[in-house]
């Protein structure tokens, strides 16, 4: 064997992590289009003109009823794929209402939910790739866990994530979501390590950070937005690229 196994075989029986976990909606994957423009593209492409301000209202709108339910205690939504759509149908069909176009039989919100989950609709953020090429050198085994429906895999291979992923964890096709500890188990379960050999990363504080401290990993929040955010006790970065050198840090004693 060659003198690169060897020294890779030495770093990853030394170091802290040997696994990574991801999030992907807005860890690794961006919408190229968000669910306004969605809506103002059906809403132009039926004659129908809307004013700016009354689509963002009627978007904040329909975040408000995403977050109630998202938060609600012993939400079951993102454990199956049909509670999933149910909620996007339900979102879509408020926030055309609230823009005066009723779709009592969510014919409209249909169209506007396959254009948002189509695979052409998502992008990677830049240096994701590279990071994952990188990380996956050095060794470590790499994995997805997101609250999703199961369609995402067709995501995944469409945007090229597939090949540097050793497992896929998927909310909707395994009947467990974030942040349960049952969720989180299963990623452990998939990364064949103990839970302080892997490092979840992901941009919900909520949903990754606490979610993956249930089950004793530690985790990064990313946030490719450069929002504010309060005194945390958990490290953030900007960009994915950063990410193998504050794994690094994280690994020293």
Known sequence: MSYGYWYAAAMFATRRYNAISFDVGYTLIDAIQDHPAIVNGLLTELGVGVAPAALSAAYRHAEQLFLTDYFRPLNDTWEADERIHKLYHRYYVQFLGDLGLADEVEQHALRIVQRYLDPANWRVFPTVLETLALLQEQGYRIGVASDWGSGLTRILHALGLSRYLDWALVSGAIGFAKP??????????????????????????????????????????????????????????????????????????
């Open 180 to 253: 349960s500890p049952q969720f989180y188990r299963l990623v452990l379960q998939r990364a064949s390590v103990a839970s302080s050999q892997v490092v979840h990363v992901g941009d919900s504080y909520y949903a990754d950070v606490r979610g993956a401290r249930t089950v004793g990993m530690d985790a990064v929040l990313v946030d490719w937005r450069h929002r504010a955010w309060p005194p945390l006790d958990v490290p953030l970065i900007r960009d994915l690229a950063e990410l193998p050198q504050l794994l690094e840090q994280m690994g020293k004693p």
